[in-house]
């Protein structure tokens, strides 16, 4: 759950809550997840997109309007060793960062697209 950006206190409560029902949680599959919400998250994907080093400036998540233009969200942003997760609108991208994106396959590739061509 900390790899994909969900806040420490988040994973602290879902642990504890865990704990309290014994495990039981885990064990019945049939029960994990809303049909609703799995039918949902079937169509969305998770994915690492690296900045590519033609990206020659930096920009402001705010400035390349990542979701409006893309339809992708990023969760968080890894930059060396270290991450930055939910980052706000006025974060800057770089080339060499990683970022780590929520939405469909085709908005993954959008925002590759994107990446490329805010270098130029």
Do not use: C, H, K
């Amino acid at each position: 759950m900390r790899q994909f950006g969900v806040p420490e206190e988040s994973v602290a409560r879902f642990a504890a809550e865990l704990r309290e029902e014994g495990y039981e949680f885990l064990r019945a599959p049939d029960t994990i997840i809303d049909p609703w919400l799995a039918d949902l998250l079937e169509g969305i994907a998770s994915e690492w997109v690296e900045v590519p080093d033609s990206f020659a400036r930096e920009a402001t998540l705010a400035e390349l309007a990542v979701r409006e233009r893309t339809g992708a969200s990023v969760v968080a942003v890894q930059r060396g060793g270290s991450a930055n997760v939910s980052p706000s609108a006025d974060f800057a991208v770089r080339a060499g960062d990683r970022l780590l994106t929520v939405g469909g396959p085709a908005a993954i590739e959008r925002l590759r697209r994107l990446l490329g061509a805010a270098g130029d």
